[in-house]
């Protein structure tokens, strides 16, 4: 619809220099925008949304100065045109803009030199209610931030996902309720022996668990349930932030297990620092700050290089390079980021900090895996 707007723009002031300001002329051009609207647009509008402009206003004084165009051109005919555009465009699909007109006249003579011919200004508005016309139509109520679609899309993805939490829910409160049968049971025949919890029942009751903070998750990003905002970095919110992580930090203080360089309560507290100061960047949009931007960057790789020296350590003083161990620390590492990424629909490299300390992870174990292996 750019395209029309300017293409009209060009019709009429050629159409209007060439045929004249007759009403006669108006007539002609409301019937023929009649059966364009009738064979073009209505098909069109099947498929998108067409948005008709009104004319630019002209700035007269401007163009009395102008011998050339003197007389040839004023607004009440161009409102004429609107007025025909309008009628023959009422009852169609096709979405009638006046505000277009009205925003630019508040600037009238701003934006153009000879009173006719406008700069990018005018247009850019025009864009941007056209932009505003098809957002507002699928925005929420209690979203302030931008569009979202009607109604929720799912992949099958998502959908055996959901089916696979939901089924551990149910699997779990079954177990729980033929749990709490037999418990009453016991307690009706004065049976002092207590029944062990099963193990498939702790772990199906640990993944429902887990399943409600994913679903959590995906109502407040992927639904409009919760109010959403833009961010609108400050460095002095930044900084009470962290002066906030700071103080929680001191008043947790304690003395450390082990006095070795590089101990692991010791590299543990440094990596939970450079996490909480990454969260803080991500959450209050700090990138914007290009001096924060490559600390955070210093940060990430710090925790990279603290990541690899914990898990180096442990194989050079353990020696445990069984397909256990590696297995074990790759899901723990890895089992939120994947189930992140089959809930909110995501690339594995969307989630790009794991996919980092999973792959450093590997080198190391795979470069201690190599003959000779040595260890401590």
């Known amino acids: 619809m750019l395209r029309m707007e300017i293409s009209k723009s060009i019709f009429l002031q050629w159409h209007v220099k060439t045929r004249g300001k007759s009403l006669q002329v108006v007539r002609e051009f409301q019937a023929n925008l009649t059966k364009l609207n009738q064979k073009f647009y209505s098909k069109l509008a099947d498929q998108s949304t067409i948005i008709w402009l009104h004319q630019s206003p002209l700035a007269e004084y401007l163009i009395e100065a102008n011998s050339e165009r003197?007389?040839?051109?004023?607004?009440?005919?161009?409102?004429?045109?609107?007025?025909?555009?309008?009628?023959?465009?009422?009852?169609?699909?096709?979405?009638?803009?006046?505000?277009?007109?009205?925003?630019?006249?508040?600037?009238?003579?701003?934006?153009?030199?000879?009173?006719?011919?406008?700069?990018?200004?005018?247009?850019?508005?025009?864009?941007?209610?056209?932009l505003n016309i098809a957002c507002n139509k699928r925005i929420e109520p209690v979203d302030a931030s931008c569009c979202v679609r009607n109604g929720i899309e799912l992949t099958i993805v998502q959908i055996l996902t959901g089916i696979f939490f939901l089924i551990c829910a149910i699997a779990s409160l079954i177990m729980w309720k033929k749990q709490s049968l037999i418990s009453n049971a016991d307690v009706e025949n004065q049976s002092s022996s207590q029944q062990p919890v099963h193990h498939s029942y702790v772990i199906l009751l640990n993944l429902s668990k887990f399943g409600l903070i994913l679903a959590y998750f995906y109502i407040c990003d992927r639904t409009p349930i919760f109010m959403k905002e833009s961010k609108v970095y400050g460095l002095g919110v930044f900084l009470a932030c962290l002066g906030v992580f700071f103080l929680l930090g001191i008043s947790s203080w304690k003395v450390a297990s082990k006095g070795d360089y590089l101990n692991r309560d010791q590299t543990d507290e440094w990596k939970g620092w450079m996490q909480l100061v990454i969260l803080a960047y991500h959450y209050l949009g700090a990138s914007a700050d290009l001096h924060v931007y490559v600390w955070v960057r210093i940060l990430v790789a710090s925790y990279l290089f603290m990541s690899a020296y914990g898990h180096f350590n442990y194989f050079w003083n353990k020696g445990d390079y069984s397909l256990f161990r590696f297995s074990q620390v790759l899901l723990r590492m890895n089992i939120l980021t994947v189930l992140l990424c089959y809930t909110m629909n995501r690339p594995y490299q969307f989630y790009y900090f794991m996919p980092l300390i999973s792959f450093y992870f590997i080198i190391v174990y795979l470069t201690h895996l190599m003959w000779p292996q040595m260890d401590a």
């Open 70 to 130: 003197r007389g040839l051109y004023d607004n009440e005919i161009l409102s004429a045109y609107d007025e025909a555009a309008q009628q023959a465009l009422e009852h169609s699909d096709v979405k009638v803009v006046k505000s277009f007109r009205e925003a630019v006249e508040q600037r009238l003579g701003e934006d153009t030199l000879d009173g006719m011919h406008y700069d990018g200004r005018p247009m850019n508005l025009g864009v941007d209610l056209i």
